[in-house]
């Protein structure tokens, strides 16, 4: 993207894994200042689990060690999914890229040390199975539809299923259909990114979202005579008529036509700009 948008300040809100597709929010420019309020959204997946088999790493990339006993049946996975939605302790994969005492823990696992990651907090909101096929004796795989918190491993939830109905299972395929507000029906394929860039950068610029598509975050107008202290990072008084706001949530300062200026924050009386993303003109005197 770097290259193709011919820009040096690219950011994204979230990765996936090498085996997976599906939505990647990607920032630039001025727009990287603003990844942080995404980091936080929900995301939605169509995974698909293997049962039968573990695996080293959760997916198919794995080595797999064949599951002791009888595969599960679809009513027994339906009746489990039960336990997983709402808040759950889950243990990250070992192959994963969190840190353990300065080293990546897919590093670590890679070179055959032992890595065992504490269970972290988070909330599956949807779970739900889309298809069961049987067509593989004792290794029947599963569709399901997946929307959690950020920082879930979809890895880890096929994983615990097969151990929640006696068997064993992993992750063999993975599409995020939707990142917060950005679904996978209005992303844009790479290729379309690149023939594009092999007509121009006013090409590449008509397939951008505006600067804050997705940002949920209160929103006040601002007077054009604030616009010079916006734009030199300066408090600014709040405007009349303004509904109350919280000092604790960031908050969007926005001109008439809607365009984004900056992000502030409630100080006092006063709103503070703490992202400015307008330019104040030279040599201009704050309002």
Known sequence: MRRLAATKRVGHGGTLDPFASGV????LGKATRLVEFHLGDRKRY???????ASSTTDDLEGALTPAAGPAPTRPSVEAALDGFRGPIE????????I???GRRAYALARAGESVELAPRAVTIHGLDLVSWDETTPGEPVAIVDVECSAGTYVRSLARDLGEAVGSAAYLGA???TASGPFALAAAIDLDAIR??????PAAVAALLLPIDAGLDLP???VPDAAFVAIGRGQPIGVPAGTAALDPATPIRLVDGTGRLLAIARLSGSKLAPDKVLIDAPPGADPD
């Open 99 to 101: 840190k353990v005492a």
């Open 174 to 176: 993975l599409t995020r």
């Open 24 to 27: 990647l929010p990607v920032f």
């Open 195 to 200: 023939a594009a860039a092999v007509e121009g």
């Open 90 to 97: 889950q243990r990250p994969p070992a192959y994963s890229a």
């Open 219 to 221: 929103t006040v107008f």
């Open 46 to 52: 169509r995974a698909t689990v293997c049962f039968g």
